[in-house]
């Protein structure tokens, strides 16, 4: 292998890239706004740029870049199909665009696959072949290991676990619709619109409007009622959902990351693990399973992103690249 890899993070706010070396430790790193609200003309160049900023004097020294992109791509084919953070961002052969300007073999992959191949090759999941990765945080994502490899579908777009259909209150929804950090602040504004009483209309300043996710989690984390069962309920509709995660692909570990999943912790934790222990078929799906949170920080995507360099897009093996890495 090669001196070195770049991973870069093209985040819906931030860019990031970052020099890392075979161990996949940050060596360097570059970060300015994306500026996604630009569109695709504008923001492309600064990913360029931001490579650029990276690279070592002697390019060759690189065996490969790695890109996180936060919406559905297409390893295979090296391009961003739906970046739904991105304005514009549709049919992008960006893996091609960065070859061709760079002249490195460039790898895409999602965010929370990303997420998942990094926190299994270096973070709280390391040492395991069967692993599944949930971010709550504005959205709900996921990145699946089954037997040490990524799971990426026919197109690469398996795993989207916040996608997870349900039906609620007699209407068909989304895990994601549901329980991620827009939805619980959405839930809390009507609840408290109609009437009910909480300290986040204090906490808001009085402005219901003004409700968000982190004034929810600060009333719950102070006991309010109304908030501690907003937060209930999403536990309650996460663990459903990873009930059916458990039974469909019996992992041996479930890791967490997101600022819903860090802002809440145990309120949202514990009805969860209560609704898998109270829906799953079989106490053997879940009483060796162990639950974590994410270990690599905001770290996470750029060390992902130096992995799908490591895998090859998240083909290979990763738990055999991660004993090399390490070894």
Known sequence: MSDY??????GGTRLRSALLNPKLEILSRHEVPTLAEQGVEKTLPRVLDAIRATLPQDKSQVSGIGISIPGPTNPFTGMVELGTNLKGWHGIELAKIVEDEIGIK???????NVAALAETALGAA?????????????????????????????EGYAGEVGHIQMVVDEKVT??????????????????????????????????????????????????D?????????????????????????????????????FGLGEMLFAPMREAVRSHVIDDGYFRNVRYEMAALGENVSIIGAGALVVTHGGVDDVTEAAAKLTG
């Open 5 to 10: 890899v770049i991973g870069v993070d093209l």
């Open 106 to 112: 460039t790898y895409l992959g999602n965010d929370a």
């Open 126 to 154: 390391r040492g395991y072949r069967h692993v599944i990765f949930i971010t709550v945080s504005t959205g709900i994502g996921g990145g699946v290991i089954v037997d040490g490899r990524m799971l990426l579908g026919k």
């Open 174 to 223: 989304t895990l994601e619709k549901e329980a991620a950090g827009p939805a619980l602040a959405r839930q809390a504004r009507d609840r408290v619109a109609a009437g009910e009483s909480s300290a986040m209309l204090d906490l808001a300043g009085g402005d219901i409007s003004a409700i968000s996710g982190a004034t929810l989690s600060e009333a719950a984390g102070q006991g």
């Open 225 to 261: 009622w109304l908030a501690l069962k907003i937060v209930e309920r999403a536990g309650l509709l996460l663990g459903l959902g990873v009930t059916s995660l458990l039974h469909i692909f019996n992992p041996e570990i479930v890791v967490f990351g997101g600022s819903v999943s």
